[in-house]
Nanobody, 131 residues
Framework: QLQLVESGGGLVQPGGSLRLSCGVS??????????IGWFRQAPGKEREGISC????????IYADSVKGRFTISRDNAKNTVYLQMTDLKPEDTADYYC??????????????????????WGQGTRVTVSS
């Protein structure tokens, strides 16, 4: 069964950094084959797409709110996708989720946070940015 598990969240001061991990597991599942997205949901707000990486890492995109501060990457040997977050701000406080697009649009990035765009979702990891 395909599973995504996020980790790496926590409490960080403004200006600090965190690296989130999204471990993907399942028989015959290779993370490099799929499109992976990162999303977040702040209290009282709708879920927001913040980054995406396509099959093979050919394309990456970022929401304007995180561009220049966040970097998405993957380690195929570990079947893991990362979100490196720097210069964190209080408004980055949210639950962060990774999601996988099963197909067939592996090579087209999307930041739409619905189950038509991403078929499998993790349970989330909380990031709190506060002094």
């Amino acid at each position: 069964q395909l599973q995504l598990v996020e980790s790496g969240g926590g409490l960080v001061q403004p200006g600090g950094s965190l690296r989130l991990s999204c471990g993907v597991s399942g028989s015959g599942i290779f993370v490099n084959y799929y499109r992976i997205g990162w999303f977040r949901q702040a209290p009282g707000k709708e879920r927001e797409g913040i980054s995406c990486i396509t099959r093979g890492g050919i394309t990456t995109i970022y929401a304007d709110s995180v561009k220049g501060r966040f970097t998405i990457s993957r380690d195929n040997a570990k079947n893991t996708v990362y979100l490196q977050m720097t210069d964190l701000k209080p408004e980055d406080t949210a639950d962060y989720y990774c999601a996988l697009h099963w197909g067939p649009y592996w090579n087209i990035c999307s930041l739409v946070p619905d189950k038509e765009s991403y078929h499998y979702w993790g349970q989330g990891t909380r990031v709190t940015v506060s002094s």
